[in-house]
């Protein structure tokens, strides 16, 4: 099976090495407007990304399948100001005109949940009339990354489209049992505690912590964050999100791209590194991120889940086997 596929959107390239891994699955192009995301995934995947903004992306590939999630900041609850008026919600119209060039058999669109709510739902409503105007039958679903192995709760909403004059259903793919040492489901310790990491790993450099911070980390407990420290330590953050040190035991908390500064190590008095932000991504060790620190956790933080990606992956490689 070779099956040619177009990555949008792609950053460093999270959901391309789930699809890799999955096996099956050849990308002819990937295209990314971050310059160091692009650097990264050249290093790491291969030389088929293309630096360059979506709107001036042209002569564009026939494929079989088309992968990628449009910037979703513009639709995050975590953005108080989200709107559609957003430009950064208008890039799915982007999306939609590849689509119609490469004609591909199936699209997979990924994006936050809070895409659904946008505008009381219309917003969904009239992005999912624009794919179907293109000759495609929808199957959306929200999945959360813990469900498929990934030792981190984040959920995402999944858009797939078939082509119509393929009169296929899609399926999308049940949770997974994972392996942990705490439970039924992957935990932060399975993939950080115990790793003997290279002193040469660039992006296991870990941050000094302000006289502040030192103080305030010393009051928090595994899963606690700024609220557990006295009073007199507290700032105006918001106390639950500030400074939450991770729980072993655990699904991580979504990582985003903050820096390392919003999570603490579950054992030590420090942040995490960017390594081990990127395995909890379930990045392989070896992905080396280029850019500066900020950089790399903007491309870690942005990402998909490589296990999520997998999985996603092996449903839409059963869809071609019927093709």
Known sequence: MNIKTISLFSGSGGMDLGFLKAKGFKVILANDFNKEACASYKLNIGDHVVHEDIRKLKNIPKADLIIGGPPCQGFSTANPKRAFNDPRNMLFKEYARIITEANPKVFLLENVKGILTLDGGNVFKLIKKEFESLGYTLYNQVLNAKDYGVPQSRNRVILVGVRNDLNLKYEFPKPVKSRSKYGKTIAVGDVILNKKFKKTDKNHSISNLSELNTK????????????????????????????????????????????????????????????????????????????????????????????????????IKELFKKI
């Open 216 to 315: 305030r980390i010393k009051h928090i407990p595994e899963g606690g964050s700024m609220k557990d420290c006295p009073p007199e330590l507290w700032n105006n953050s918001d106390l639950k999100r500030a400074m939450r040190r991770l729980d072993a035991k655990k699904p991580s908390h979504t990582i985003v791209h903050n820096n390392c500064d919003h999570y603490y190590h579950p054992k030590e008095n420090r942040r995490i590194t960017i390594r081990e932000m990127a395995l909890i991504q379930t990045y392989p060790e070896d992905y080396i991120f280029v850019g500066s620190k900020g950089e790399q956790s903007r491309q870690v933080g942005n990402s998909v889940p490589v296990n999520l990606g997998y999985h996603l992956a092996l449903s």
